[in-house]
């Protein structure tokens, strides 16, 4: 019999080599129904996936969820239990007990005010910004838009300092007597969160469908009844994704809080570090880290459901809007271009400039004296700012590996999208859990690190004395933001274009290699970034692991400011502007290697 040719057709029919559809795991196939034979009759899943292929996507779900497991569950339900353990009998008392303390509600009232708050400015303040960033275009636009997201890489203690040498007296806003005030943490939280606003809502409002707002104008709507019968609608799902993550941050704040309200404008996460570190009331900072979880997962969860829907609303909606000049007669512009200007001078350029000017001031004058002094160390410091910094950067680079390594395999294994209902859900749920060292109390990880690390897996080994340990803990709260900044590129892929690879005889691990790999690298940078700043500036768990000899520099910029003395003021102010020149310099770059319009979460 002769040959039979291959043909274009017959090569559409043909399996790829190993499979029995040509279809690769989690692609266009699983979405669609699955295989078929060529009498209509589905191939079981068993059947037409290799087992190479099950492996390899078994291990993807495994080791995210082990090293979750291991370093983040364990740690924080060992030191809830010892607070809700009594004799090896569970005891809840401590809810009453806690519950029963005035503090404790001044401080979760505290807490949910201040997130209420400093969610509706960054929201007010934000959309304006949004418009103006990404609907119109302006000389300058993109160094703006660079601009407005320093803040929100910038670590938590350097944005409580940098507020607080501008509320201070012999500050450029001294006069208004704002220094520790409730309205202080709210502004910084404003002020830490208003990119997040600008990046969601602008990354919507530049793709909307035109044609809508066109047509409402041409039945003679004013440009203020589009926008808010027409515009503010459609975008309402990005609103609130953006909302309750800006709440979510909120109310977790840490080091900002604690640099700025210190224990009298507490939040929960202040005073699970104060009941910790200062009381040893473990008791009552298991209550308190609960009453958090749930905060945590009210939020994660509005904001998932929330950002689903954007996704669909993205999917279907008509062709995306182009920029347009800015047009100052326009109420709509003039409007979003003064607000703007507003907050960026004022909320954003102000406390950071101030703060590099405040560091340039010495008791005897201006000068780098404060700077010079970061070269050795200060009182009882073992070492100087410099080697901090240089501490702060290697670990910070095992955290991101790390974390990379941990977020690539989830953010691929969440991209899919199966058929099966209860593994839709399978997959929501990974997405979800992955989310959570974002809220829980990073205080809370740290201890149940001291607490449970001792002999992990009953190895004989103490990580406690490791220095890998602080790495490990940075990288917990970087994964999620690697999964945020990864998924949504991995999500836009055509399921077309793994079958179209599938079909020309590509195995399963090619497609994944050829298609995924690919087009997943063109978040690498900007989750590179997010990850290298988050591990940079943590200080929440670092404050408990790091070691005496080996500390990082938000660690040596707290101590510095809890000393009396302008020589250790003025060094805090120099670490401080030199921890976000770092950061700030090491964002850029990474934002330099990702290619133009791709812009992840945020």
Request: proline share 7%; charged share 15%; glycine share 12%.
């Amino acid at each position: 019999m002769p040959p039979v040719p291959t043909t274009d057709r017959n090569l559409a029919h043909r399996p790829a080599p190993g499979t029995g559809s040509g279809v690769p795991v989690g692609g266009g196939g699983a979405r669609g129904g699955g295989a078929r034979t060529g009498s209509g009759a589905r191939v079981p899943w068993r059947a037409r996936v290799p087992w190479r292929s099950r492996v390899g996507w078994g291990v993807a779900v495994a080791l995210p969820l082990v090293f979750l497991a291991t370093f983040f569950v364990w740690p924080v339900v060992e030191i809830v239990g010892r607070g809700f353990v009594d004799d090896g009998r569970l005891d809840l008392s401590g809810f009453g007990d806690v519950f029963s303390r005035p503090r404790t509600w001044r401080v979760v009232g505290q807490t949910l005010a201040q997130a209420a708050l400093g969610t509706l400015g960054a929201v007010l303040l934000g959309v304006p910004g949004a418009y103006l960033l990404y609907r119109c275009r302006f000389p300058g636009r993109g160094a703006l838009r660079a601009f407005v997201t320093v803040p929100f890489v910038l670590p938590t203690v350097v944005v409580g300092v940098a507020f607080r040498s501008l509320l201070v007296d012999g500050g450029l806003l001294g006069g208004l007597g704002l220094d520790g005030t409730f309205t202080a943490i709210v502004l910084a939280l404003v002020f830490f969160n208003y990119a997040v606003v600008v990046r969601t809502v602008g990354g919507m409002w530049e793709r909307l469908d035109p044609r809508t707002e066109q047509a409402a104008r041409a039945l003679g709507a004013s440009p203020w009844r589009v926008l808010r019968t027409v515009t503010l609608p459609a975008l309402g799902p990005a609103v609130a994704s953006a909302a309750s993550l800006v709440f979510l941050f909120c109310a977790t704040a840490f080091g900002t809080v604690l640099v700025l309200g210190g224990r009298r404008y507490g939040t929960v996460e202040t005073e699970i570090w104060i009941q910790t570190t200062q009381f040893l009331d473990l008791r009552a900072a298991a209550v308190l880290s609960v009453v958090q979880l749930v905060v945590v997962v009210a939020a994660l969860t509005a904001a998932g459901r929330a950002r689903a829907r954007t996704e669909r609303a993205l999917t279907l909606g008509g062709p995306a809007a182009t920029a347009r000049p800015v047009r100052l007669r326009e109420p709509l512009d003039a409007v979003a271009v003064v607000v703007t200007a507003v907050t960026v001078a004022g909320l954003l350029a102000a406390p950071l400039v101030n703060l590099v000017v405040r560091s340039l001031r010495t008791p005897r004058g201006w000068g780098l004296d404060n700077y010079a002094a970061l070269a050795v160390p200060q009182d009882t410091l073992a070492v100087s700012a410099w080697q901090a910094a240089g501490t702060s950067v290697r670990t910070a680079v095992d955290a991101t590996t790390i974390a990379l390594v941990v977020g690539g395999l989830v953010a691929l294994v969440v991209s899919r999208r199966p058929r099966r209902t209860s593994a839709r859900r399978a997959v929501a749920g990974l997405d979800a859990l992955f989310m959570l060292p974002l809220g829980v109390s990073a205080v809370t990880v740290g201890f149940g690190f001291l607490v449970s690390m001792h002999a992990p897996l009953g190895l004989p080994v103490d990580l406690r004395t490791s220095p890998v340990l602080v790495a490990v803990a940075q990288a917990v709260v970087a994964v999620p933001l690697v999964v945020r900044t990864v998924l949504p590129v991995l999500r836009a892929i055509d399921p077309r274009q793994r079958e179209v690879a599938a079909t020309l005889g590509a195995p399963p691990g090619r497609v994944l290699r050829t298609v995924d790999l690919v087009v997943a690298l063109r978040a690498v940078g900007l989750a590179l970034g997010f990850a290298f700043a988050a591990s940079l500036g943590e200080f929440g768990a670092t404050s408990f692991l790091a070691r005496p000899q080996d500390p990082t520099l938000p660690v040596v910029i707290f101590r510095l400011l809890g000393r009396p003395g302008a020589e250790n003021y003025g060094a805090a102010l120099a670490a401080s502007v030199l921890l976000a020149a770092l950061t700030a310099g090491i964002v850029a770059v990474c934002e330099r290697l990702r290619r133009p319009g791709i812009g992840g979460a945020w």
